[in-house]
């Protein structure tokens, strides 16, 4: 079964540095996609930043980032020159077609602190 | 606005209790999913529906039913509310694909107590 594993439960980071969260999955497919999302403390979940397996290159929006390493299984996200507003749980999510159906699997989550 | 609406947000219920938690969605979207949140477990998928008149069941189905008579709306039930079913529930919607990316939306939540 398609699992996603997030190692790190909490993670702080002093405004303006760098941080990187972990995100390691199993998976048996080729095909799929993985994603971040955000959850600040209002619940919204927000589209952080998607990943195609296929794409060999490493995805960017503008200050976040991902390493993925498809056959390590991992996915990490980076944030550069954190802010304030960064500060909330963050999601690894894989979405492939699990069982007949297409289906969105999350890890445990990485509550994300910024140090002012 | 386009999007995901849930109701309530809110809810406290006694054990033994039963209330519908109701999804709509107006983007046409084929699949709906509830899932729950519980500190420590991420998003567990407790049911899914691939079109209007199916539902399956996902990781987590005991104790909730569901159902999706119209393809606007999936409604998630609890019959005997327990504490453990105390959680924030979340409904998404997506239109399936092969090859190419379709986005999840998501519903704002719902904050279930049950005591």
């Known amino acids: 079964a398609q699992t996603v594993t997030q190692s790190q439960p909490e993670m702080s980071v002093q405004e303006a540095e760098t941080v990187t969260l972990s995100c390691t999955y199993d998976?048996?497919?080729?095909?799929?996609?993985l994603f971040w999302y955000k959850q600040p403390p209002s619940r919204q979940m927000i589209l952080v930043i998607r990943?195609?397996?296929?794409?060999?290159q490493n995805a960017t929006e503008n200050r976040f980032s991902v390493n993925f390493q498809k056959a390590a299984k991992s996915f990490s996200l980076k944030i550069s020159d954190s802010q304030l507003g960064d500060a909330a749980m963050y999601f690894c999510?894989?979405?492939?077609?699990?069982?007949?159906?297409?289906?969105?699997?999350f890890g445990q989550g990485t509550r994300l602190t910024i140090n002012p | 606005n386009a999007g995901v609406t849930q109701t309530p947000k809110f809810r406290v219920l006694k054990t033994g209790q039963s209330m519908t938690l109701l999804c709509a969605q107006d983007?046409?979207?084929?699949?709906m999913y509830w899932y729950r949140q519980d500190p420590g477990m991420g998003l567990r998928l407790i049911h899914y529906?691939?079109?209007?008149?199916?539902?399956a069941k996902g990781e987590v189905p005991d104790g909730y039913n569901v159902s999706r008579l119209k393809k606007q709306n999936f409604l998630l039930g609890l019959e005997s509310a327990a504490p453990s079913q105390t959680s924030v529930y979340f409904c998404?919607?997506?239109?399936?694909?092969?090859?190419?990316?379709?986005?999840?939306?998501f519903g704002s939540g719902t904050r279930l107590t049950v005591v």
């Open positions: 990943q195609e397996a296929y794409k060999q």
């Open positions: 998404a919607s997506s239109y399936p694909g092969t090859g190419e990316y379709y986005g999840y939306t």
């Open positions: 983007m046409n979207h084929e699949y």
């Open positions: 529906s691939v079109g209007e008149g199916t539902t």
């Open positions: 999510a894989y979405r492939g077609w699990i069982q007949g159906a297409q289906k969105l699997v």
């Open positions: 998976t048996s497919e080729s095909d799929y996609y």
